[in-house]
């Protein structure tokens, strides 16, 4: 049964890199509060499994570069539009209106699970490796969100550190903005891939 069992970007992404992230967490808690000593917290503890761990841990940092990369190159354009820059508004109206277009090839009693729809279409007849990887990421920075937000709790009650505590959720509220950036990436691929896949199934000779 177990052999059966096949890992997804949705699964590495949500659990296991969110995961390690936890762990990671929970590891610098620890040496922090010195609870448990730190040879043994390495040496007994970590030792067997300190591969597979620093493989995570290095993509784990690289996935929590990227957001602040992202942000550090948008300033200029923040400098020029304010905030509208991080506004989601037109992206909107164009994942609306693939909606609607969207809508013309499924049948009205349908029209309130457009998406549901759609997306169980794509994963049945259409190419999911792009839906797939806007996915993982997408549920891997709500899952940071959640992380970054507790360790800034767990800060106020361990260390009343005020300017960490700052830094704690201002990278929350980064992550979490990137993860709605990746919702929608998500939206508009799957609305984009319905619509492709349709057309050219209507164009298709008999």
Known sequence: MVEKVKLGLWDFFTYILSGTAVLLSVIIHCMLVKCVPVDILFEKIIAPIWVVLALLAILLVGLLLEPIANLIFKLPSVFKRGLKEFEFKEWDNQIKNLENKSKEFIDK?????VYQYTKNWILKNGDTGQFDSFLGKYGFYRNLFTIFLFN?????????????IIILLLLAILYLHRSRVFYRHMATTVYTQFLVSRSNKLQSPE
């Open 109 to 113: 009693d349908l029209y309130q699970s």
């Open 152 to 164: 800034a709790i767990a800060c106020f009650f361990l260390y009343s550190n005020c300017i960490v």
